[in-house]
């Protein structure tokens, strides 16, 4: 064992340093400590800190969380009226889309005007 991969090794646990030193702090943890525990256990700190879940963003998670269970909330709570869609109509040779109205050729299951099925 010589001096050169006594070197090399060195400069791929300092590598490995920076890594998660860097790759902390774009995740809000403690870019030092996680320049030391990288350092220390090479690349199993650093794919340990790439699992980690993302600390800056997980506040913002949260809140976008809240607002939209409780805008469903708010929309399961109202009390608007259900408007039942008429009947579909047919007039022998044609029938008549229950969404939007459109007379459609009886031979054909689908609108023509906005893809409704029968």
Known sequence: ??????????VFLLIMGGLGSWLAE???????????????????????????????IEPYLDLISRKLDTQVADKASSSAPIISSPPVRSS????????CQTEN???VNSCKGCGEYR
């Open 1 to 10: 064992m010589g001096i050169a991969s006594i070197i090399i090794g060195i």
């Open 26 to 56: 774009k995740k809000g943890y403690s870019s030092g400590s996680w320049f030391f525990l990288c350092l220390l256990t090479g690349p199993i700190g650093l794919l340990t800190l790439a699992g980690a879940p993302n600390q800056k």
């Open 105 to 107: 050729p009886a031979t």
């Open 92 to 99: 022998g040779e044609s029938w008549f889309c229950k969404k």
